[in-house]
């Protein structure tokens, strides 16, 4: 097995944020949404391509999933719950596990961490490059890629494969780089699997 692995997680690409009615339902705009989804689509092929795994992260937001204070916040804005499990909108959009690729749910939380077994799945491979697109920026993938860093795993996000809801997408991205030190990159970049530490010599093989 190579060391120093890189994956890509897909967050949270699912109908209850991701579909034109989420987007109405958000306040955004639907066309914005749907190209965050084809283009992190594209991404994953453009991974499956390169032999880098992909995993999937899914949110399901039942209540009784939720803690004390998510369900209190809810009641008090009027807040339905999203992604109910087995519902059409808990289902991914425009992306789909291929054979073999895990999935991780997450249970009315935002942190791809507390999914069960997510990290256990990245030590046991050996990852130490995260490579994160999906919704939201300011939210999930923000809340993701700051227990990675924390917990030692170099982050990038790519940002034409992801948007914001409450917080400007450019402020919330410029945010991850410069106290995470995540890396901004594009879909097509070069170097986008590459381990940020190391020089190319010493970048793993793939797969």
Same mark, same amino acid.
């Given at each position: 097995m190579s060391a120093a692995r890189t994956v890509l997680a897909v967050v949270d690409l699912q109908r209850d /944020?991701?579909? %034109?009615? =989420? =987007? +109405? #339902?958000h306040g955004l705009d639907p066309q914005l949404l749907e190209g965050v989804a084809v283009r992190t689509a594209d991404a994953v092929q453009r991974a499956r391509s390169a032999g880098v795994e992909v995993v999937f992260v899914r949110f399901v937001g039942d209540e009784d999933r939720q803690g004390a204070s998510w @369900?209190? #916040?809810? #009641?008090?804005r009027g807040k339905p719950p999203k992604c109910l499990e087995g519902s059409p909108g808990a289902a991914f959009h425009r992306v789909a596990p291929g054979p073999g690729e895990r999935v991780f749910t997450k249970y009315a939380c935002f942190d791809a961490f507390l999914s069960e077994g997510f990290e256990d799945h990245l030590r046991a491979r050996a990852t130490a490059h995260l490579v994160l697109a999906g919704v939201y920026a300011d939210v999930c993938v923000d809340s993701t890629a700051r227990t990675a860093f924390q917990k030692g795993f170099h982050v990038t996000v790519v940002p034409d494969c992801t948007t914001s809801l409450h917080l400007p997408a450019p402020g919330i991205l410029g /945010?991850?780089?410069? +106290?995470?030190? =995540? @890396?901004?990159?594009? #879909?097509? =970049? %070069?170097?986008l699997w590459s381990h940020p530490a190391l020089t190319p010599e010493q970048q793993p093989c793939p797969g």
């Open positions: /944020f991701c579909a %034109p009615e =989420a =987007a +109405v #339902r @369900r209190h #916040r809810d #009641r008090a /945010f991850m780089e410069r +106290v995470y030190g =995540a @890396r901004l990159l594009p #879909r097509s =970049a %070069p170097g």
